[in-house]
T-cell receptor, first 114, second 112 residues
Framework: DAGITQSPRHKVTETGTPVTLRCHQT?????MYWYRQDPGHGLRLIHY???????DKGEVSDGYSVSRSKTEDFLLTLESATSSQTSVYFC?????????????FGPGTRLTVL | QQPVQSPQAVILREGEDAVINCSSS?????VHWYRQKHGEAPVFLMI???GGEQKGHDKISASFNEKKQQSSLYLTASQLSYSGTYFC?????????????WGLGTSLAVNP
């Protein structure tokens, strides 16, 4: 199994509070992705990174920011959490560009915003 | 443009076959297939690249018809372990090569 972990695995927070989710990899893969998964919507890309300090938006980036200061860590921040951001968040890594290469997914973080 | 998967759900008895389709409105560069079991992360099955051959993974295989802009996943002699949700992810020729667009998934249940 690819070395990819997410923390925390579960979190309950209140509307308006900031939340940071962490993705950590030990594979030295260049690409890292943050997805959210909701019933009826499949996997939706929030942000991704193609190198240290190189990030780009996905299809549902509003309300989220990311940072990658080291190859192994990719942080997802909800500046002011809203109930609509209640979801399961998956991090994924890939050695090469997404269209040519498989993605390895982390175990997921279940976030509940009350 | 999100790919369309069909059917949305399928129920099989152990040993039966199934086909899951993934169609796009755009010319595709690659199609990726993943399986996700309940409460777990998606797991990679296979990639099909433009101009590539049909792929196989145990008793699961897939084809990629570039002209029709679609891919099909074939599950033969299904096993209980095949149960889960199957997702296709697509990368089109003109789009961003760093990311995939995902279908909504096909739920597969295999019963004894």
């Amino acid at each position: 199994d690819a070395g990819i972990t997410q923390s925390p695995r579960h979190k309950v927070t209140e509307t308006g509070t900031p939340v940071t989710l962490r993705c950590h990899q030990t594979e030295n893969h260049r690409y890292m992705y943050w997805y959210r998964q909701d019933p009826g919507h499949g996997l939706r890309l929030i942000h991704y990174s193609y190198g240290v300090k190189d990030t780009d938006k996905g299809e549902v980036s509003d309300g989220y920011s990311v940072s990658r200061s080291k190859t192994e860590d990719f942080l997802l921040t909800l500046e002011s959490a809203t109930s609509s951001q209640t979801s399961v968040y998956f991090c994924a890594i890939s050695e090469r560009a997404g269209r040519d290469n498989e993605q390895f997914f982390g175990p997921g973080t279940r976030l509940t915003v009350l | 443009q999100q790919p369309v998967q069909s059917p949305q759900a399928v129920i099989l008895r152990e040993g039966e076959d199934a086909v899951i389709n993934c169609s796009s409105s755009k010319a595709l560069y690659s199609v990726h297939w993943y399986r996700q079991k309940h409460g777990e992360a998606p797991v990679f099955l296979m990639i099909l690249l433009k101009g590539g051959e049909q792929k196989g993974h145990d008793k699961i295989s897939a084809s990629f018809n570039e002209k029709k802009q679609q891919s099909s996943l074939y599950l033969t002699a299904s096993q209980l372990s095949y149960s889960g949700t199957y997702f296709c992810g697509t990368a089109d020729n003109a789009g961003n090569n760093r990311k995939l667009i995902w279908g909504l998934g096909t739920s597969l249940a295999v019963n004894p």
